[in-house]
Structures are given as C-alpha cells and as structure tokens.
C-alpha cells in the first residue's frame, strides 16, 4: 500500500504560484512530511519538512491540515528553473533510508 | 554542490563484470546511504552505513555490497553485473539524527551495463 499519493505532472507559467498536494492517508503519529526536488540526472534535494500546519522557508511553504491526511507543497512566483520531479514523503525523523514515490513531475513554461 | 562527492560520474562495461563505485560524504557526516535510480523502479534505497557500521538494508541484491571506511567513504560494490543494473546510482549524507529528514545527494554514478 503506497504510503503517499501525488499527481503524476502539472505545468503552470513563469510567475505562477505553484501548489502540490500529496495525500497520506495512513500517516502515523511520528511521521514527518518531507518534501525533495529532482532536477534530470542530479541528486534529490530536500525543500522543506512539517509536522502540523505550515512551514515556510526561502523556498517553499508547506500547508498540513489537521488530521495530517494531506499536504501541499506551495512554490511561490515560479521560473523556468523550478521544473523538476518533486516528490513527497512520509517518514519518521531520522529514517534510516527514504522511501520515494513516483513524484510529481512539473513543467514550467514562459 | 551537496558537498557529496562520487566517483566515477559515468560507467559502461560488460554483463558479468564487477564494479566499485564510491562515495566521500560531506565533511563531519557519519551516516552514508546508497540509493539505485531505474526508469522502471524510481528511486530506490539500497543500504545505510553509520560510522562504519551497517544500520539499515533496503532493497539491495545479494550481488551487491557495501562498506564504510575508518575516513567514512563508501563503496558499493557490483558484481555479476546484468543489463537490468544499469542505473543512476546515488550516495547520500547525513549528520547525527536531528530535527529533519535531510540527506545531501551526490551527483550520482551513470552505470551502463552492455
């Protein structure tokens, strides 16, 4: 049973405000939402973490409702730079090795 | 730049054959992972070293191996290589267990197996 489920791709336009849900039904107590990003033939790069209602950072701001059964990754005034694989995990702190879905693949146009 | 190092960046060689591929992680970082990157398994956790000791296992094959060095860089070790090991392979770094599941990735090593 997959642990989180997200769109397979999305596009949007330069300047555009870009939101990415995932869904994580089954997420346990000690779960930590955690957020990478994928650039073609690089590393994943960790974007942002929550618990419980919303992050922000320089990067991206996190929106965790209450029952914590979804998420949404929002990247503000996006560039042609953010398109990437973004992927959403659900692990507890300090998990030994990640477990990455299929990720979101988003496109950004001009 | 991650900081995370990996040699080779690229490797192409025969069914059957055995490679190293290595890992230097980010300075004071003791735990290494290693994760294989298919186009038909996504990216996958493969093994996880602490301070030189073996911590957790993923999805790795008998035929591979790995090993945390004293300096703590790695190396994962493939053997009786098949075509369907051709793949990015990724190292990853971590500090000591903190407030975030972050790991720095490495530019990953292409492997090519004719």
């Known amino acids: 049973l997959a642990k989180t489920t997200q769109p397979i791709s999305m596009d949007s336009y330069e300047g555009q405000e870009v939101n990415i849900t995932c869904s994580h039904n089954n997420i346990a107590t000690n779960d930590y939402i955690t957020w990478y990003q994928q650039f073609p033939s690089q590393g994943p790069r960790f974007i942002i973490q929550g618990y419980k209602t919303k992050v922000t950072n320089e990067v991206a701001s996190l929106f965790i409702p209450a029952d914590r059964k979804s998420s949404t990754l929002s990247l503000p005034r996006v560039s042609l730079s953010d398109t990437a694989v973004y992927y959403c995990l659900v692990e507890v702190v300090g998990a030994d090795g990640l477990t990455f879905g299929k990720g979101t693949h988003l496109i950004i146009q001009p | 730049d991650s900081g995370v190092t990996q040699t080779p960046k690229h490797l192409i060689t025969a069914t059957g054959q055995r490679v190293t591929l290595r890992c230097s992680p980010r300075?004071?970082?003791?735990?290494v992972y290693w994760y294989q990157q298919s186009l038909d398994q996504g990216l996958q956790f493969l093994i996880q070293?602490?301070?030189?000791?073996?911590?957790a296992k993923g999805n790795i094959l008998e035929r591979f191996s790995a090993q945390q060095f004293p300096d703590l860089h790695s190396e994962l070790n493939l053997s009786s290589l098949e075509l369907g090991d051709s793949a990015l392979y990724f190292c990853a770094s971590s500090g000591v267990a903190g407030r975030y599941n972050e790991q720095f990735f490495g530019p990953g090593t292409r492997l090519t197996v004719l």
């Open positions: 300075s004071g970082d003791l735990s």
């Open positions: 070293y602490y301070n030189g000791e073996e911590r």
